[in-house]
């Protein structure tokens, strides 16, 4: 390992690394533009330089694409490099629009930090500007070219990163343009991350524009809810809205990036029409009403068809917090099914993934992106987890062959244009006709990446004698922990529970429950904070928290649980306050709309009201673990938790 002194200060850095990574590991900053942890070295911008005072390599040099060797010596105080660096910087912002004011990247942008920090406070230059013309981009990215420093991070990421064809670099010189040949929406699923990766602000959230500066944000580490995959993000909002998600670091899990499905839906969320207090029969009451006349509902269900025709319904979409409670109101109401599950194919296929996956054979994404040959077996990757699909573009590029189960491609659905989305993947694939066909035997680090369907039994067989990892894409972002939870308390689907003509009734704890079952149904109640057709068939409706208004965790794909926290309070956006929704103008103790309550909270309440005195306990048991997690680590792997459980 090489050894070396940056500014005084012995460093000790893994064979490979750069003078820049060398200095980064003490806490050295070095100022950088093109360089990227996940991108690598282009040597474009030259703001990095440092002078090298002793050692193999003399005088100044570019921090980024030096290999750090033994027996440098490196001083980023130099007065060289730093006349160096302010005077490149200086360079870049001669053609700089200087638009800070009205520039949505102001307070979260590289190009201003390190513009100031280098000393370059004062503008020399009084010619005229290069100017271009600005691309229509789609929905979600607005596009601002005069305020690029050819830095070229963007089309390094869409392009060679991330497999986008549709985006790229024109021009020479001072001509340099980054954008499509015509105006018109970025075609690539990752798009959105060329937001955050740009340093400057010619790529910004279209979505999020003019509402607010990086300091009047609320944040906090959050998880994405919208695949199996746990992708690590941070949510940003403001006056009780969402403005917008950008990605989190996590090596094992999303590593810099996020997929545009979890980075745009935000919708939902910020919906005016969304339940926000309780209701009775579509009446507006207040709590205490609505919980006596769930107790009063589940009793007359019980004289009505007997207590075992209430089915107590949760979802994969379920925190575990909420999730891990509804056995408790099962047994209290004496309900005759409990559901985590309502389709029983997913009920079956996480049961099946938590019974085999362990800590050796469950693969990570960085497993997959580390792995020399790769199988895809009926999964459709980018509807079901497209930041999975990147991984695999990852081992793709550094060599590693993918085959794609031919009779697999059938069954993944078409797009617009009549084209199976495995033609849209980021990487070649070699079609074969079974998994027999592919050559686990010669490879070091094999992984299956599979979608569920008839071919689990295969698969896992097949896994088991070659020794491959296993990735399984699941339905929802909790699926894992739902389907410990099952097996824990011998539950089923409320598919199965209704086909055996048991279940005339349910409470559902957000889960969706298919238009087909509805009208055989008593939807009893629902807690959920989405507009679903299963809350307008409610005769009672509990007001619950997304996700962003508070903590939770989540078990992923793999078996990873991981925390998230609350972002923002729970109520009303003020852009969504017209005058008939306006508040009324006195003090209250409650923002509007602002009576919506995590589902575990309300669970709790609803138990102790059918008489139970104990003190109820979050993740009481084996789950005591999960207690203590922290939201900005990477996360704890529960794939052995599933042999304690009886």
């Known amino acids: 390992m090489p050894k070396l002194i940056i500014d005084n200060i012995p460093v000790e850095v893994t064979q490979g690394k750069t003078v820049l990574e060398a200095a980064k590991s003490v ?67 001669i053609n700089h629009p200087h638009d800070c004011p009205v520039c949505d990247e102001g307070g979260e942008c590289q190009l201003q ?25 789609g929905p979600h990215i607005e596009h601002e070219m005069n305020r690029c420093i050819q ?32 105006d018109g929406p970025l075609e690539s699923p990752f798009a959105g991350n060329l937001v955050d990766i740009c340093p400057t602000g010619v790529f910004t959230d279209k979505t999020a524009r003019f509402r607010a500066r990086y300091w009047d944000y609320d944040m906090a580490p959050s998880v994405c809810p919208h695949c199996s995959l746990g992708c690590n993000t941070v949510p940003a909002a403001r006056y009780r809205e969402l403005l917008k998600v950008i990605a989190r670091q996590n090596d094992a899990v999303n590593g810099w990036f996020l997929c545009d499905k979890g980075r745009f839906t935000n919708s939902a969320v910020n919906a005016p029409e969304r339940p926000r207090v309780p209701l009775i029969d579509g009446r507006q009451v207040a709590w205490e009403e609505a919980l006596a006349a769930l107790l009063l ?20 979409g379920l925190s575990m917090e909420a999730a891990s409670l509804l056995h408790l109101l099962h047994e209290k109401t004496g309900a005759g099914s409990l559901c985590y599950f309502v389709d029983a194919g997913e009920a079956q296929q996480s049961a099946t993934v938590t019974a085999c996956l362990n800590e050796q054979a469950s693969a990570s994404m960085a497993d997959i992106q580390a792995a020399d040959l790769i199988a895809l077996v009926e999964c459709d990757l980018l509807q079901d987890g497209p930041m999975m699909a990147l991984a695999v573009r990852q081992a793709w590029r550094r060599g590693a062959k993918i085959s794609l189960v031919e009779d697999a491609a059938g069954t993944v659905a078409q797009n617009d244009n009549g084209l199976n989305s495995t033609d849209k993947l980021p990487f070649e694939v070699e079609r074969v ?38 990735a399984c894409l699941l339905g929802g972002p909790n699926s894992f922990g739902a389907a410990l939870l099952a097996k824990e308390y011998g539950a089923i689907s409320l598919a199965e529970a209704v086909a055996d003509k048991k279940v005339r009734a349910v409470v559902s704890v957000e889960a969706d429950i298919p238009p087909e079952l509805l009208p055989k149904l ?43 926290k609350k972002v923002m309070q729970p109520g009303l956006p003020i852009k969504g306050l017209n005058p008939s929704l306006h508040p009324p103008r006195e003090h209250t103790p409650l923002v509007p709309g602002g009576q919506s309550r995590p589902a ?28 203590d997690l922290d939201a900005t680590g990477n996360g704890l792997l529960l794939t052995d938790i599933e042999r304690g459980i009886k």
């Not at 589940?298 to 007997?306: C, K, L, M």
Request: net charge neutral; hydrophobic share 40%; glycine share 12%.
């Open 297 to 316: 509902r589940i009793r007359e269900i019980g004289t009505e068809y007997g207590a075992e025709s209430l089915a107590i319904v949760g979802s994969s």
């Open 522 to 564: 008593v939807v009893v109640a629902t807690l959920d904070w989405r507009n679903t057709e299963t809350v307008k068939a409610a005769h009672i409706v509990l007001p619950t928290t997304a996700w962003v208004e508070m903590d939770g965790t989540y078990i992923n794909n793999e078996g990873r649980a991981q925390r998230f």
């Open 600 to 627: 575990w909270e309300i669970l709790v309440d609803i138990v102790h009201r059918l008489g139970s005195e104990e003190d109820i306990q979050l993740f009481a048991g084996q789950w005591q673990r999960l207690r």
């Open 433 to 470: 006709a079974s998994l027999i066909d592919i050559p686990f035997a010669d490879a070091a680090h094999p992984v299956i990446i599979f979608g569920g369907g008839d071919k689990m039994s295969e698969v896992m067989a097949e896994a088991g004698k070659t020794g491959a990892k296993l």
């Open 27 to 93: 806490g050295i900053t070095i100022p950088h533009f093109c360089w990227h942890p996940a991108l690598g070295k282009a040597g474009a911008c030259r703001v990095c330089a440092v002078k090298m005072v002793d050692g193999p390599v003399k005088g100044i040099q570019m921090s980024c694409m030096l290999e750090a060797q033994d027996g440098m010596v490196v001083s980023t105080t130099d007065a060289e490099a730093m006349a160096m660096r302010k005077q490149v910087i200086e360079w870049l912002m």
């Open 151 to 182: 830095c070229y991070r963007c089309v390094r990421f869409y392009q060679e990163f991330a497999g986008g064809t549709d985006f790229g670099v024109m021009g020479s010189a001072g001509r340099i343009y980054y954008g499509r040949v015509a």
């Open 113 to 137: 930090d390190y513009t100031i920090a280098g000393g370059h406070g004062l503008r020399r230059y009084t010619g005229k500007k290069r100017t271009h013309v600005n691309q229509y981009l």
